[in-house]
Nanobody, 119 residues
């Protein structure tokens, strides 16, 4: 089993910054891809940014040039630096980890961390 835990959410004013962290822990796995998703009330969960173990990243159009995703393969952690935050960025942010274990690929989700941007 792999545990995924997010941290770093909170309340910030519009234009401010937050940094989210995600840590995957367990035995006998390697990271393939990690990603940040978010879900606002009444909305579907959407991809914010993802990054492969090789460093290839992908961003939602709404966060390009404002958010930066990074991965530390040695520590099995991922970070999301969020700058120039807007009220519409308010949501619960979830970390998803796609990992290899025993020759198979699995996905694991964290419990989420709340990000609230006030206007």
């Amino acid at each position: 089993q792999v545990q995924v835990v997010e941290s770093g959410g909170g309340l910030v004013q519009a234009g401010g910054s937050l940094r989210l962290s995600c840590a995957a822990s367990g035995i006998g796995f390697s990271i393939d891809t990690m990603g940040w998703y978010r879900q606002a009330p009444g909305n579907q969960r959407e991809l914010v940014a993802s990054i492969t173990s090789g460093g290839s990243n992908n961003y939602a159009d709404s966060v390009k040039d404002r958010f930066t995703v990074s991965v530390d393969n040695a520590k099995n952690t991922m970070a999301l630096q969020m700058n120039s935050l807007r009220p519409e960025d308010t949501a619960v942010y979830y970390c998803r980890a796609e990992v290899f274990r025993g020759g198979y690929k699995f996905q694991y989700w964290g419990q989420g961390t709340q990000v609230t941007v006030s206007s």
